[in-house]
């Protein structure tokens, strides 16, 4: 075949394969879609037909209303933030850099050398967590040695911080960049159905005992079925992830416990109930239910029960550091108990020396980067 027509052929299969990408692009916003076109519909169903036609009492009307349109705008919040929040970038740091990467290419096939090479790599590096071979966690497609709790997800060909699950229904990958989000939108669209779903309930009876239909009725009987429905489903999923915030799990690592020196602990990173709840909703109290990111943390250095096989070291003013990696110390978060409370008290986590995780370069100021869909975990 000429050389031209080879090409020819090559670029029409690039377009072609350039085309379906961008049809799968498309059809993945169907699910968000779905949801939003919903949402709006019940938005129109609660207001007009019933509020408007069916419930005469004024004050009971505005009480509605009002309480209706707080779960509303709180859910569409906290279900765009979900959506709209992009992945946080690894740090450079955890990059295998040419060198390392040719020297591991010239040793495969041999396992134990190339367990090695990242051995090396890595001793320098905040990682505790490992393979259940008890290597270091490596991804072979981003080539990077995988932060702690960090998994590699295959449609956005990219790793994901503290990653939970792929959520078709957001087009995003929940991980340590919306969780927060992500829970708190679980959390009012369970309050929302559940309360279309009891205002509604009187003319649902109603209308099945005396056999009348008006105005806009049937657009009320499927909202509180169709409420019902999403509330049975979303209530189960709002409380498992309640569970393992305060566990301080991932979906992930509740199937897959994490490894550490030592071996599996489905509790290494619990912390006690209200410290787990912190770590994702943070430590000032009036921002706990908002869409606002308050987590604590970077999403690759994360404070644990215990660092098996990790030495203390000590800096000139006598402050305890702990060590991560098997040649450098890494700043670890205390808690300070004395100031935890449920009444409002803003707690704090303290590093040492008094410093702030800006104390590292990158834990101010992460770099976010867009493609923000996931699925199969690594």
């Known amino acids: 075949m000429p050389r031209a027509m080879r090409q020819r052929t090559n670029n029409m299969d690039t377009e072609k394969r350039d085309f379906c990408w961008q049809c799968i692009r498309i059809c993945k916003w169907f699910p968000v879609l779905f949801i939003l076109t919903i949402t709006a519909w019940s938005y129109y169903a609660f207001v007009v037909p019933f509020c408007m036609n069916m419930v005469s ?48 290419q010239a040793l495969i096939g041999n396992n134990d050398a ?42 956005c060909s990219q790793c994901v911080l503290k990653m939970d699950h792929h959520c078709p229904w957001v087009n995003n990958c929940v991980g340590f960049h919306n969780y927060k989000f992500f829970i708190l939108f679980l959390g009012y669209a369970t309050l929302y159905t559940l309360f279309i779903s ?12 005396v056999k009348q239909s008006g105005p806009g009725t049937f657009h009320v009987i499927f909202l509180f079925i169709v409420a019902g429905m999403f509330f049975l489903s979303l209530s189960s999923l709002f409380f498992y ?5 305060l566990n301080n799990r991932t979906t992930l690592e509740a199937f897959r416990h994490p490894v550490f020196r030592s071996g599996k602990d489905r509790n290494g990173f619990s912390l006690g109930k209200l410290n787990n709840f912190q770590e994702v909703f943070g430590d000032i109290p009036r921002l706990w239910f908002l869409p606002i990111f308050t987590s604590l943390g970077n999403g690759w250095i994360f404070p644990i029960r215990q660092v098996e096989g990790a030495s203390n070291t000590y800096d000139s003013m006598g402050n305890t550091q702990n060590s991560f990696g098997d040649g450098v110390s890494f700043p670890e978060r205390q808690f300070d108990e004395d100031q935890h409370t449920l009444l409002g008290v803003e707690t704090h ?3 040492p020396n008094g410093g702030t995780a800006a104390d590292e370069t990158e834990l101010d100021s992460p770099t976010i980067i867009t493609g923000s869909q996931a699925g199969t975990w690594y």
């Open 114 to 155: 190339m367990s090695e090479v990242l051995n090396d790599y890595a001793k320098d590096l905040p990682v505790v967590t490992r393979t259940i071979k008890g290597e270091i966690r490596f991804c072979e497609y981003c080539k990077i040695v995988k932060p702690d709790r960090c998994h590699h997800c295959s449609v």
């Open 57 to 104: 009492n004024k004050v009971a009307q505005a009480i509605y209303l009002i309480i209706f349109h707080i779960f509303f705008i709180l859910l569409i919040w906290s279900y765009w933030k979900t959506v709209a929040t992009n992945l946080i970038k690894i740090p450079e740091k955890f990059i295998l850099q040419q060198d390392s990467l040719d020297r591991m």
């Open 198 to 209: 009891l205002t509604t309930l009187e003319h649902f009876i109603i209308f099945f005992k």
């Open 241 to 245: 992830h309640c569970f393992l915030t």
């Open 349 to 351: 986590r303290a590093w």
